[in-house]
């Protein structure tokens, strides 16, 4: 079992920035790989960002390619979500979210979040 937990949504200017953190538990947390997705008002969730268990490698959403960075510290068990050059469209519910497959360019969690609220003021 893998419990996720989001912090680090808020208010922020378009223009801005704003990182997410993913705190991860579970025995083999460090052996999964990581995403994240969001939900806007009234559309379906979308992926963002994923990492491999390693950190090795990373895939973006188009729509954020350039400006979000994915990172992660087995470590501390805890993804990130650097989001940069932030822009109204994304303004959203971020979920992190957990695939015990470290295969990431098809990427189905196994294990989600309760999401943090991420708003962009334009």
């Known amino acids: 079992q893998v419990q996720l937990v989001e912090s680090g949504g808020g208010l922020v200017q378009a223009g801005g920035s704003l990182r997410l953190s993913c705190a991860a538990s579970?025995?083999?947390?460090?052996?999964?790989?990581m995403g994240w997705f969001r939900q806007a008002a009234g559309k379906e969730r979308e992926f963002v960002a994923a990492?491999?268990?390693?950190?090795?490698?990373?895939i973006y959403a188009d729509s954020v390619k350039g400006r979000f960075t994915i990172s992660r510290d087995n470590a501390k068990n805890t993804v990130y979500l650097q989001m940069s050059s932030l822009k109204s469209e994304d303004t959203a519910v971020y979920y992190c979210?957990?695939?015990?497959?470290?295969?990431?360019?098809?990427?189905?969690?196994?294990?989600w979040g309760q999401g943090t609220q991420v708003t962009v003021s334009s």
């Open positions: 990492i491999t268990s390693s950190g090795g490698s990373t």
């Open positions: 579970g025995r083999t947390v460090s052996t999964y790989s």
């Open positions: 979210a957990a695939q015990a497959r470290n295969f990431i360019l098809i990427f189905n969690p196994n294990y």
